[in-house]
């Protein structure tokens, strides 16, 4: 009696087994046709966004679907495609903020169990993404006073707007205050409140690049003004401290103790103010490095270099076009500053060539940076 328990037993596991092994892991994912949509626009493009469900079944059989995006059905966006249920709709949206979704796709599969019967098991898979897109508002009334460079209007206009309770996720208000502020910073405009323009430039940037979950920095009309205000930045915080040395830029390695410590201080709240006024802060990492190195903070610099040359490796053309043309011009020099620093400390090209190396493509029309490689590291271009 005792046996046939056991055996039944054993009979049990090893249908569970069977049954668990045979289950399927299908996947499911959501495509869109855009992550950023503006309500107020004037090219009559409606701000809708088409999602389309993934469902790899993995030998399952899809079944129901079910869409739940956040906010308020009909206040906030509703379907102008398709339905909860279906799976692809397009979703018109009506009111400023981040939307989230959450999807649910049923699915059934075989089980062949023990004695050769055939069951149908259900189960479900799920996926879910917060502020999978934005809804925003171009806010064109600010746009004209600050191309009437009337900065101090732009400040108090900004600010109204960026405390009504619908702005308080959009970066927009603060984008347009922070080129108040650095208006006002340019031409010295006086601030009944804010006494430095310039630091309260960068804290609005900082703010919004925070916000900023779908890419309205990307819009060329912000991209290329946060392009002007970084390169001011760049310049005048940065290369202005550093050494020109045939082409490109070292740090101050005289004979001076306090210069040089006076200027690694500068250099280094530099880079980190520059982190905050840039939505790609790879594009500072290689001119970190080397700063910190110099200020004996190896440590630091040797993990700054190692996570970035792991993500250099990692990042594609679509990557590099988010960067601004001033983005761009800080990897490259930081970059060239790491490379030569790297050889110092390590008596070695190795690390300094997979960096250079990882540009080769981003910088082939830079005359600069190639003259660099083939007069300094020839031997990267070995094959």
């Known amino acids: 009696m005792k046996f046939n328990s056991f055996l039944l037993v054993l009979l049990v596991q090893f249908s569970v087994l069977q049954t668990i092994a045979q289950a399927p892991s299908p996947k499911l994912s959501v495509k869109q046709s855009k992550k950023l949509v503006f309500l107020d626009s004037e090219t009559n493009k409606k701000p809708s966004v088409t999602f389309t469900s993934v469902f790899k079944n993995d030998g399952s059989k899809r079944g129901t679907t079910t869409w739940l995006f956040s906010g308020r059905e009909g206040k906030d966006w509703k379907y102008i495609k398709g339905d909860a249920g279906a799976e692809e709709v397009e979703v018109l949206f009506l009111k400023v903020g981040n939307y989230s979704v959450e999807i649910a796709v049923t699915f059934t599969y075989d089980v062949v169990l023990k004695n050769g019967e055939t069951e149908i098991e259900e189960d479900e898979v799920a996926f879910e993404q917060e502020s999978i897109v934005t809804a925003a508002n171009n806010l064109d009334e600010l746009t004209q006073i600050h191309a009437d460079s009337n900065f101090a209007k732009l400040v108090k206009k900004a600010e109204d707007y960026r405390v009504k309770p619908e702005y308080v996720n959009d970066p927009t208000p603060n984008i347009f205050l922070a080129k108040g502020y650095y208006g006002k910073y340019r031409n010295e405009i006086p601030d009944p409140i804010v006494s430095d323009p310039w630091e309260e430039t960068i804290n609005c940037i900082a703010e919004a690049i925070e916000l900023d979950l779908n890419g309205i920095f990307n819009e060329k009309i912000h991209k290329m003004w946060l392009d002007k205000f970084q390169n001011d930045f760049l310049n005048n915080y940065l290369i202005y401290n550093l050494e020109e040395d045939d082409g490109y830029y070292g740090i101050y390695n005289g004979t001076d103790k306090e210069k040089k410590i ?28 080397p700063i910190r190195a110099a200020s004996k903070d190896v440590r630091t610099a040797n993990t700054i270099w190692k996570n970035g040359i792991e993500e250099l490796k990692k990042m594609t053309e679509a990557d590099f076009n988010k960067m601004t043309d ?58």
Do not use: H, W
């Open 262 to 289: 006076e200027l690694l201080e500068l250099l280094l709240e530099g880079v980190e103010n520059y982190s905050l006024i840039t939505t790609q802060p790879i594009s500072i990492k290689f001119l970190e490095a």
């Open 326 to 383: 001033t983005d761009l011009k800080a990897l490259k020099y930081g970059a060239m500053l790491s490379a030569v620093s790297l050889t110092n400390l390590r008596q070695s090209n190795t690390e300094s060539c997979e960096i250079l190396s990882s540009l080769k493509e981003v910088y082939a029309y830079d005359r600069g940076f190639l003259a660099f490689i083939k007069t300094r590291y020839n031997n990267c271009r070995e094959e």
